[in-house]
C-alpha cells in the first residue's frame, strides 16, 4: 500500500514538473517578438532573437507581435483639392512594428495601431490634399498628355492643359514623411504610403456618367449619320453604274439591231433587183397578211392600189397566181 502511494505521488510530481517546465517555456521564431508581461506590467525588453526561452510559470506571460512588415489599408474619405474639386480618395501603407515594448504599452496590438494609423495617415493625406490641385493628384509628370473624349469629360481644359509642379509620387512621399515623424511614438514604422483611388464624389460621377452617356450617343449618331451618307453613296453609285451598264447594252442593241436592218435592206435590194415585180408582188401579199384581220372590214374604191392584183387578175395570171384572201 506504501509502495502504491509512493509511486503515485511520484507519477503527480512528475506531472506538475511537466506543466511547469511546459508553462515556463515558449519558443520565438524568426517572424515574432515577445513582451513578457507580469499582471499585465511589462518586464524587461523585447525578446527578438529565435529559440526557445524561459519565464516565470504562472505569474508571467507572453505577449507576440509580428516582425515583419504588415499592410494597412485605409478607408476611402470626401476631401475637397485646393481647386475645390470633391474626391474619394483611398491610401495604403506599409508598416512594422519597430518597438514591440513602446507598441504594446501605447496600442496593445495591431488593431490599437491600425486605429492609431488611420488617424494619422488619414490626417496628413487630407491637409495634403487640400494643398493641391486634382491635376497633381492624378499625374506624375508633365509628359505629353493623351487627351481622349473619355479624359475630357472627367477634366476641363485648363486642367488637362496645367503642368503639374510635384505630382501624385511626391505628394505621397510628403504624407510617408510627416506620417512617419509621429509613428515612432508609437513603436511603430511606416516604410511606404501610396494613394491607392482617387474617384469623384457620387454627385459629381453622376454627371460625368450623363455627360458620358452624351458622348457616347452623340458619337453613335455622328457615326450612323456617316454611315447613312456612305449608304446613299453606294446607292447612287449602284444607280449610275446600272445606268450606265443599261445604256451601253442599248447602245450595243441598236448597233446589232442596225446592222441587221441593214443587211435585211441589202437582202431586199437584191431580191428587188432580181426581179422587180415578184419583190412588189410579195410585199403586196405581205402587206395583205398583216393589214386584214378574220373580222375586218374595209371600204375601198375600185382603182385603190391595194386592189390593184385582185382586179388585176389577167395580169396575175399570166406572172403569179393571185392570192387567197
Known sequence: MKKQ??????IGAALAALIVLGDSAYIVNETNQVIITQFGEPRGGAVTKAGVHFKTPFIQKTNYFEKRWLEWEGAA?????????????ETYCRWRISDPLRFFQRVQDERGAHSRIDDIVDGETRNAVANYDLIEL??????????????????????????????????????????????????????DVQIKRVNYVDEVQKKVFERMIAERQRI?????????????????????????????????????????????????????????????????LESYRTSFAKDTWLLLSTDSEVLRYLKSSGRCNRTHAAPRM
Open 5 to 10: 502511494t509512493k509511486t503515485i505521488l511520484i
Open 77 to 89: 474619405n470626401q476631401i475637397p483639392t485646393k481647386d475645390k474639386k470633391y474626391i474619394w480618395i
Open 138 to 191: 492624378v499625374r506624375s509628370s508633365n509628359r505629353a498628355f493623351e487627351q481622349s473624349e473619355e479624359s475630357a469629360l472627367f477634366l476641363d481644359a485648363a486642367t488637362l492643359a496645367a503642368k503639374i509642379q510635384l505630382g501624385r509620387e511626391k505628394i505621397a512621399k510628403i504624407i510617408l514623411e510627416k506620417a512617419d515623424k509621429i509613428t515612432p511614438e508609437f513603436g511603430v514604422e511606416i516604410k
Open 220 to 284: 453613335a449618331s455622328k457615326y450612323r449619320s456617316e454611315g447613312d451618307g456612305k449608304s446613299a453613296s453606294i446607292r447612287g453609285q449602284k444607280e449610275r453604274e446600272l445606268k450606265r451598264i443599261q445604256s451601253e447594252a442599248y447602245r450595243k442593241a441598236q448597233e446589232v439591231m442596225g446592222k441587221a436592218d441593214a443587211e435585211a435592206t441589202r437582202i431586199y435590194a437584191q431580191a428587188y433587183n432580181l426581179d422587180p415585180e415578184l419583190y412588189q408582188f410579195l410585199k403586196t
